[in-house]
Structures are given as C-alpha cells and as structure tokens.
C-alpha cells in the first residue's frame, strides 16, 4: 500500500518535471562516459520521467529498461524516448522491490535518488546487487543524513498527515515564508523545468516515504557485500543540490554472493 502511495504521489510531483537534458547528461557524465556503456545492458531503477534512461540510451547502451511504480512517470518517459526515436529503451511498471528479472541480467544499475523512497533501502540495494552481472557497476544516489534530518522528517511526517487537497495551498505557503531563507542560503539552478520553490518543497515535505543514510553506512553495505566503491561524491550538484550523495561500486568479476 505504500508503494502505491509514492507511486500515487509522484504521478502528481514529478511527472511534469522533465529535467533539462543538458544538465542532467552533464551529472551523468560524471560516471559513465559512451565508451563504458557500449553494448551494455542497463536498469534504470526508479527512472522517474526517464532522463537518465534517454541519456545512456542516447549514449549507446545496447538496452535499456527503465521501471518505476509511478504509471504518470513511465507514460512522460514513453513520450520522451520515442521525442528522441530511440528503439533501445523500454519502460515498465514495476516494483523496485519485487523486480522479476533474473539473477545477472544487467551490466549497469542507475538508482538516481529512489531507492531511499523504498519501506527497505537497504534490502532494494541487494536486490538491485542481485541483477547485476559479475564485473557490472551500480550507481546509487541516496539521501544524505545530517544534524537536521531529524527536524525535517519530524516537518515532513506531520504533513503527510493532512489532506492531500491541502498540499498545494500548504506548500504554496511554507514557499513564501522560506523563500527570503532559500534566498540567502541559496541561489538555485533551474534545472527542472517550470521548477519552484513551492513545488520544491512537495517534493521534500510531502513524499510518503523517505529514508537518509550516511555516507558510511552505504559504502560498508556495499563494501560487505563484496563490492569496490569507484567514485564517491559526497553532493550530487544535480539541481544544485547537496541533499544526495552518490556511489558508484563494482561487483567483482568473480561475484561471491
Ligand atoms: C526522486 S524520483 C527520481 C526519478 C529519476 N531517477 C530521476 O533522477 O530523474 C524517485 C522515483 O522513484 C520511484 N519509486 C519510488 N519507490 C519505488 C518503488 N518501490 N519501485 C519503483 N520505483 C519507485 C518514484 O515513483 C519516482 O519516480
């Protein structure tokens, strides 16, 4: 039923937000470059509108399968792959913690800010781990945990509680008393399209399911399922944003699990 929720929520939050492409191929190459995905198969776990999918498909991945739980996402991803005629990118509704593929089906895993929006990060992780092939490379984007998450998530756990018809009007009103902070504190790349702060804040007030971590205990999940971390960033940039950091980690050729 939660998972329905999140799908239920981002159908309305992020379905309209088709992130620039530019920007978003800019973050991407920060990991991934054509010549690494090149006939390569990849999941994009939680593809959301399908921007990175578009962009390792555009890049020469041989397949690319992206799934999300929000039907709204998946119908603005269809419509984005066919903009650019691609014939090697696919979308699926599918849960990412009940995926139905097979054990080493993926040389490349993208979970770009998802799998912290899961009832069980760290078990969509190994489930993720599970599909990839021995020597693959995943891509984790997490939220971070700091000194103040605890004050956010007590915000964001009050607000869930109110009708959902309220939402607009009460994030359109956080909007205007924080916008002088935000302003002061930050000056924001518009990086989605028709971005605001108000919808800004739905989308971290509001989500139904949200977990933070440290960088610390991703890379020894990682590291303990027998994984070498590649690149650590600990900001992604993407939005100007400093609220995920990513890994990208390799499963060894020879896979202990
Ligand atoms: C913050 S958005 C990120 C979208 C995309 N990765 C991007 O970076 O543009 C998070 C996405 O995770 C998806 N999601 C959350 N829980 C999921 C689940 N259990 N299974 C599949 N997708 C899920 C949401 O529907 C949403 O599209």
């Not at 999140?6 to 309305?12: E, K, L, N, P």
């Not at 399968?65 to 929000?70: E, K, L, P, R, V």
């Not at 990682?222 to 600990?234: A, C, I, M, S, Y």
Request: with cysteine; net charge positive.
């Amino acid at each position: 039923m939660n998972k329905e929720k999140v799908g239920r929520f981002y159908d309305v939050v992020w379905t309209e937000y088709l992130p620039e492409y530019e920007a978003s191929e800019k973050h991407w190459s920060l990991f991934y470059d054509p010549q690494e995905i090149r006939a390569k198969t990849v999941l994009d776990a939680g593809c959301g509108t399908g921007i990175f999918s578009v962009i390792f498909a555009r890049n020469g991945a041989a397949r690319v399968t992206g799934i999300d739980i929000s039907p709204g996402s998946l119908g603005t991803a269809r419509g984005l792959a066919s903009r650019f005629k691609l014939k090697n990118a696919e979308f699926r509704r599918e849960d990412m913690l009940r995926l139905p593929f097979k054990d080493a089906s993926f040389d490349i895993v993208w979970a770009w800010g998802t799998v912290h929006h899961t009832t069980d990060p760290l078990g969509a992780i190994d489930g993720l781990l599970r599909l990839l092939k021995p020597g693959g490379s995943i891509l984790l984007a997490v939220y971070k945990k700091t000194k103040v998450t605890f004050l956010h998530e007590a915000v964001r756990k009050t607000l869930i509680r109110t009708p959902r018809w309220s939402w607009t009007t009460l994030s359109k009103a956080m909007a205007f008393f924080l916008a002088p902070v935000v302003f002061l504190f930050k000056k924001r790349e518009k990086s989605r399209k028709g971005e605001k702060l108000e919808e800004l804040i739905l989308d971290w007030y509001f989500v139904p399911i949200r977990h933070h971590y440290t960088p610390d205990e991703i890379r020894s999940h990682l590291e303990g399922k027998g994984l070498k971390v590649e690149k650590f960033l600990p900001a992604s940039g993407r939005f100007d944003s400093s609220s995920n950091f990513i890994f990208k980690a390799r499963k060894p050729a020879r896979s202990r699990r």
